[in-house]
Each structure stands twice: as C-alpha cells, then as structure tokens.
C-alpha cells in the first residue's frame, strides 16, 4: 500500500457544526502532516506529528484541532468554522530513514466549503 | 530564514515544446530539492528529488538538477504534452535529523495547447 488516504473527499459544512476530516497511511510512515491550500496558492502547513506526537502548530485556531490516535491514522476535528477556511486540506505523511525524513507523500485531499 | 522562489507563471506552451521552469532556493546547510505537481482537482504528486549537489532528479520526462553554486533547481522537459497541464511546485526540505517542514514555492501554473 502506497497511498495516503482522506476522507471524505467533499465536505460542506455549517458554521454551528462539528465535522472530522480523517486520514489513513501504511506505510509504515512516522510523521503525518495537516497543511491547508487555498486556490491558485502553495499548500501551508498546520500541523505536524512524529511518532504521534504533535511537534509543530503553526499558529491554528482552536477551531482547528489534530488527533493522531495511531502511527497509520490522523484526524482534524472542525468546529465553528468561518466561510474563509473553506479550502482544500491536504494530509501527508513521510519516512524515517538514516540521516533524514525522506518527501512527504500527499494524499487527495478534502474539499470543504463552510456555509 | 528558508525560501523557494519559482518563475511567475502561468506558462502556456504548444505541444512537443521544450519546457524550463525556473526555481531557486535560500536555505542553511543543504537541503534536499523536490518538484511536486498538481493536477486539477487533486492533492500533490512527487514528480522529482534530488538530495545533494549535483544530483539530478528525473521522471517521466522531467529532469532537474540541484546546483549548489547557483542555489537552483530548474524543471526541463523536451517535449510537452496536454496531459502536462498542472501546477507545479518546488520545494526544499532542509537537511539533518530533525522534522523540518517542506517549503513551497508559489506554484507555476502550465498549460499545453494541442
């Protein structure tokens, strides 16, 4: 398995709901990554795990909020969001190797529009 | 601190032309060197990587070597074609042992045209 896995792929969302957005890797991969990508821009990072535990937050609302439950899963809980953070969130992960983390594979990503 | 700086685009090519986007970089100690590319609609692909000086990444038709001495990282392709239509991004993840987030480019946006 060589992929990076999101679900769902499509979300429209209430600004009063609650919603999770999940990812899934086996690859054995140790650092698993949140970044959020508005239209027409790069991908900007949010989170980051290694070994599950949460090791980088780039100064994301609370309404934002990572879990990482296991080393193959990571999940981004959304509560009380604003229309400005519909964009598409993008979960990737990468591999421990001697001297170094290697690329950082991407999955599909989830469309989310806040309404 | 670290930065990637790509051509601005978009970049509108015929088909079977040669393709160079531009890409350098400004980062302590030396860092390894990616291409990513979007397609539309979806997440991002590793096109290419390259993880010491002189190295040259390539796939798929693309090529590109990292050159220390001019801090780049340059995208070539011979002969493009309208399935190359996409976004795509440079990166640099900054080297040692510690997980150090990949930095992006902005993105130059091609477009192929039969």
């Known amino acids: 398995d060589t992929e990076v896995t999101q679900t769902p792929k499509h979300l429209v969302m209430g600004m009063t709901n609650k919603k999770s957005l999940k990812c899934e890797q086996h690859m054995g991969h140790r650092a698993m990554y949140w970044y959020k990508q508005k239209a027409k821009k790069p991908p900007e990072l949010m989170f980051v795990?290694?070994?599950?535990?949460?090791?980088i937050n780039e100064s994301v609302p609370s309404r934002f909020s990572p879990e990482c439950p296991n080393s193959s899963l990571l999940n981004l809980h959304l509560h009380a969001l604003q229309p400005e953070d519909s964009a598409l969130y993008l979960c990737?992960?990468?591999?421990?190797?001697?001297?170094?983390?290697?690329?950082?594979?991407f999955g599909q990503g989830t469309r989310l529009t806040v309404v | 601190g670290d930065s990637v700086t790509q051509m601005e685009g978009p970049v509108t090519l015929s088909e079977e032309a040669f393709l160079t986007i531009n890409c350098t970089y400004t980062a302590t100690g030396y860092p390894s060197l990616f291409w990513y590319v979007q397609y539309p609609g979806e997440g991002l692909q590793l096109l290419l990587k390259?993880?010491?000086?002189?190295d040259k990444g390539s796939n798929k038709g693309f090529e590109a070597t990292y050159r220390k001495e001019t801090t780049s990282f340059h995208l070539e392709k011979g002969s493009v074609q309208v399935s190359d239509s996409a976004v795509y991004f440079c990166a640099l993840r900054r080297g040692g042992s510690g997980n150090t987030p990949l930095v992006f480019g902005k993105g130059t946006r091609l477009s192929v045209i039969a």
């Open positions: 795990y290694s070994y599950e535990k949460l090791s």
């Open positions: 990737a992960s990468s591999l421990r190797r001697e001297g170094g983390w290697t690329e950082a594979f």
């Open positions: 390259a993880t010491k000086a002189d």
